[in-house]
């Protein structure tokens, strides 16, 4: 099935489309459900998350595939990182929401001046970076050019070093901003 789906005529194609998708979905969905389950997503995202899944194994894993594991295997595993890339997603947006809400509405925020400090610390660390990290900083919080791999890409380096370098550049920052706060 899975040569037709690759080589096979149209009508050859679509039928295999068909048959594959028929005996991928069960245990893809049960995988879906069970990642979203278990992250607190809500199960209306299953369908979205499978469909995703069909696409991108017929866009890019019908041709990926190297024949390691089983086709179904392999399918199932592609589901399940996206219902793992559609948590991801889901809790950035629910942390970046909530802290707004928890800016807008804490009590017990500290006084204007001192956050005007912090911004000013930030800023200052910020010009002390490296200009690699300074562009990975800028790119991902600033320019909000989108997620790791958007940025990677257009850096022209890869996911992991991009996430490795953004993670260095934070942690330096925070270490920065702590100590200029406490020198004021």
Request: hydrophobic share 40%.
């Amino acid at each position: 099935m899975l040569r037709q789906s690759r080589d096979g005529s149209r009508a050859e194609r679509e039928h295999a489309y068909a048959v594959l998708m028929d005996d991928f979905r069960g245990p893809a969905m049960s995988v879906i459900c069970r990642t979203l389950r278990t992250a607190g997503v809500g199960m209306e995202h299953a369908e979205e998350v499978w469909q995703q899944s069909v696409f991108k194994f017929f866009a890019v894993g019908v041709h990926a595939y190297r024949g390691d594991a089983s086709v179904r295997t392999y399918f199932v595993r592609s589901a399940l990182y996206a219902s793992v890339d559609l948590v991801r997603l889901a809790h950035r947006q629910r942390s970046a929401s909530d802290q707004l809400d928890d800016f807008e509405t804490d009590q017990h925020a500290p006084p204007l001046g001192q956050n005007i400090e912090r911004i000013e610390a930030l800023r200052a660390c910020i010009a002390e970076l490296s200009t690699d990290n300074a562009r990975a900083i800028s790119l991902y919080y600033l320019d909000e050019a989108g997620g790791c791999s958007q940025c990677a890409e257009e850096l022209q380096i890869s996911k992991d070093a991009f996430m490795k370098r953004l993670s260095r550049a934070r942690s330096w920052l925070a270490q920065c901003v702590i100590l200029r706060m406490k020198s004021h």
